[in-house]
């Protein structure tokens, strides 16, 4: 199992707060979300946002680990969800991830597709990854 890195940048995303405490993220041109902290009937807080790119990076890693093993599991669903630690920092502790697919193959093969998902998900192996931060000029 190879898997070659592509070289590839992220952003600029620009994310803004005001005294009414929306946060408004540009994520792409003409694109904005608004999400709210804590949590409102418009908007998600950044936490639903980071546990949803998780599940959102994890689909697409299993689909292709699948195809990569030429295995056809049909449509791939992820249903994530995450618990906040109980001490310091504040942060989320834990993720869990249910993968459901039209097509469940042997458990071994089962094994082998998470293996190289996880080994590929870009979110999940960056949620430990440090974060530098300054002032802009």
Known sequence: ????????TYGPYTTAIGPNKIIHVATAAKQTVAITSPSTEEAGT???????????????????????MKIDVGTVSVE????????????????????????VPGAEDCAELI???KARCTV???????????IAD
Do not use: T, W
């Not at 199992?1 to 590839?8: E, G, Q, S, V």
């Not at 950044?46 to 990569?68: K, M, R, T, Y």
């Open 1 to 8: 199992m190879a898997i070659r890195i592509k070289p590839k």
């Open 46 to 68: 950044p936490v639903d946002f980071l546990v949803s790119a998780l599940g959102a990076c994890l689909a697409p890693s299993f689909h292709h680990a699948a195809q990569e």
């Open 80 to 103: 994530v969800s995450a618990r906040k630690a109980e001490d310091l920092p504040d942060r989320v502790g834990s993720y869990s991830a249910a993968v459901a697919l039209d097509h």
């Open 115 to 117: 293996k190289r998902a």
């Open 124 to 134: 999940s192996n960056s949620l430990n990854g440090p974060v530098e931060m300054r």
